[in-house]
């Protein structure tokens, strides 16, 4: 079955350390999408990427870096400069034409 | 900017009762507009979704209008069921910036009670 997957399901950070956020899709989609969930809020833009070896920051990009060197994966690191990064992060695509987006089941990542 | 403002919640409910979560907009340009669902620990699942004015997107008896004139797209469902307990978010296309990417509201969690 099609679809995309986020791992790990919670991640747990220590202090000044970067960790990783695995996406990957099988839709075949081009454009892939990082967003941020925090407790009774609505989703935030962290990065997006529409084609492979190209990416733009959104609204949130500070403290976070993303690569795309293939089409079917886009992983985000947290960094040590995101200094508030607990919060449930969703990776999303789109196929090319289309508006809507699919999601992945997200990772929570907490601060030890 | 885009912006997308929803009722706030939890809206609580007894099982069969009538559903009506308010989202309304402010866009540039004229935006698609969608309903997501998302359940406790998973991401989001698209809803319904409407592309144009006076569209009326519908799924799973969950329906919403397309309102140009009051910038609204207001969630409905005539008989809710335990199983509709979830957090809803109303979002819209960033069609004009050209990321396309979805700009949502804060969410509604519903709550229904046997």
């Known amino acids: 079955d099609g679809g995309i997957t986020q791992s790990p399901k919670y991640l747990f950070r220590k202090e000044g350390q970067n960790v990783t956020l695995s996406c990957e899709q099988n839709?075949?989609?081009?454009?892939m999408y990082w967003y941020r969930q925090d407790p009774g809020q609505g989703l935030r833009l962290i990065y997006y990427?529409?084609?492979?070896?190209?990416?733009q920051k959104g609204d949130i990009a500070e403290g976070y870096s993303v690569s795309r060197e293939k089409k079917e994966s886009f992983p985000l690191t947290v960094t040590s400069a995101q200094k508030n990064p607990t919060a449930f992060y969703l990776c999303?695509?789109?196929?090319?034409?289309?508006?809507?987006?699919?999601f992945g089941s997200g990772t929570q990542l907490s601060v030890l | 900017g885009n912006s997308v403002t929803q009722m706030e919640g939890p809206v609580t409910l007894s099982e069969e009762a009538f559903l009506t979560i308010n989202c309304t907009y402010t866009?540039?340009?004229?935006?698609?507009l969608f309903w997501y669902v998302q359940y406790p620990g998973e991401g989001l699942q698209l809803l319904l979704k409407?592309?144009?004015?006076?569209d009326k997107g519908s799924n799973k008896g969950f329906e919403a209008t397309y309102r140009k004139e009051t910038t609204s797209f207001h969630l409905e469902k005539g008989s809710v069921q335990v199983s509709d307990s979830a957090v809803y978010f109303c979002?819209?296309?960033?069609?004009?910036?050209?990321?396309?990417?979805?700009?949502f509201g804060s969410g509604t969690r519903l709550q229904v009670q046997p």
């Open positions: 999303a695509s789109r196929s090319t034409g289309d508006e809507k987006l699919f």
């Open positions: 990427s529409q084609i492979v070896n190209d990416f």
């Open positions: 866009a540039t340009g004229y935006p698609s």
């Open positions: 839709l075949n989609h081009d454009a």
């Open positions: 979002a819209l296309s960033d069609r004009d910036t050209g990321r396309r990417a979805l700009t």
């Open positions: 409407a592309t144009k004015a006076d």
